[in-house]
């Protein structure tokens, strides 16, 4: 398992939690520029994927500071962002004062406390690899959706062809932990980002976790180059 800091014992959801309470107050600006801002484009090919069966209640998994939430403001649909980051929630409801459809609360995302089948959107945007047990992280969300409902995951990968893959590594390694150092003064949170990326499994294999879940009707958009996918998934009937 890869934690932010091997060398100690807390836990990996304890470390996660943390790092990202510390992070906080630089992660919008930090993601932008370690996205060169295609962050945008990505989070609304996530929303235009679940609003196609016209969702009533959504939830936004690891929502950080809420902004695949934030993506269905203008939309007739009750959205519920959760995350186990406080610091991070803070920073979402600053951002979604006056809205009445989003809402943000504290939550573990492998212990949940909403009622079984409750939404009809599940969505989580560079979240999965972050928890301390995907597969019960996996089970839960399945357990929350509606039976036939959708879940959306927005997660980095590694690009395949030789030449985008050496400078995908190029940037990830050097560049990111350096942003990471310079602007969020905290260059092992962004090494940890860096090397949880390269290690969790992308594409077909991340299907066949997704299949064992218990996920069905799985479909894979590689998008910039293979630096980033999204999953969309459904719950069976």
């Given at each position: 398992m890869i934690k932010?800091?091997?060398?100690?014992?807390?836990?990996?959801?304890?470390?996660?939690?943390?790092?990202?309470?510390?992070?906080s107050s630089r992660y919008d600006q930090i993601n932008k520029m370690m996205t060169l801002n295609m962050d945008?484009?990505?989070?609304?090919?996530?929303?235009?994927?679940?609003?196609?069966?016209?969702?009533?209640?959504i939830i936004d998994i690891a929502t950080g500071t809420g902004d695949i939430a934030l993506c269905f403001a203008n939309d007739n649909?009750?959205?519920?962002?959760?995350?186990?980051?406080?610091?991070?929630?803070?920073?979402?409801?600053?951002?979604s004062m006056g809205?009445?459809?989003?809402?943000?609360?504290?939550?573990?995302?492998?212990?949940?406390?909403?009622?079984?089948?409750t939404f009809d959107v599940a969505t989580i945007g560079f979240g999965v690899r972050?928890?301390?047990?995907l597969d019960q992280g996996l089970s839960e969300i399945k357990r929350v959706l509606r039976p036939g409902k959708k879940l959306i995951i927005l997660e980095t990968a590694v690009p395949s062809f030789f030449i985008f893959r050496f400078g995908y590594f190029l940037y990830t390694k050097l560049i990111v932990p350096v942003l990471g150092r310079m602007i969020a003064k905290n260059q092992q949170a962004y090494q940890y980002l860096s090397t949880s990326a390269e290690h969790f499994p992308h594409g077909k294999e991340f299907k066949m976790i997704l299949e064992k879940a218990g996920f069905e009707n799985i479909q894979i958009k590689y998008l910039s180059l293979g630096i980033v996918n999204i999953y969309s998934a459904s719950k069976p009937i």
């Open positions: 932010p800091d091997n060398s100690k014992n807390e836990s990996k959801k304890i470390q996660i939690k943390n790092m990202f309470n510390d992070i945008k484009n990505w989070r609304n090919i996530v929303y235009k994927l679940s609003m196609q069966n016209g969702p009533s209640k649909v009750q959205v519920v962002g959760v995350d186990n980051a406080s610091m991070m929630l803070d920073l979402a409801n600053k951002k809205l009445s459809n989003i809402r943000f609360q504290l939550e573990d995302a492998e212990n949940m406390s909403f009622d079984d089948n972050n928890f301390e047990n």
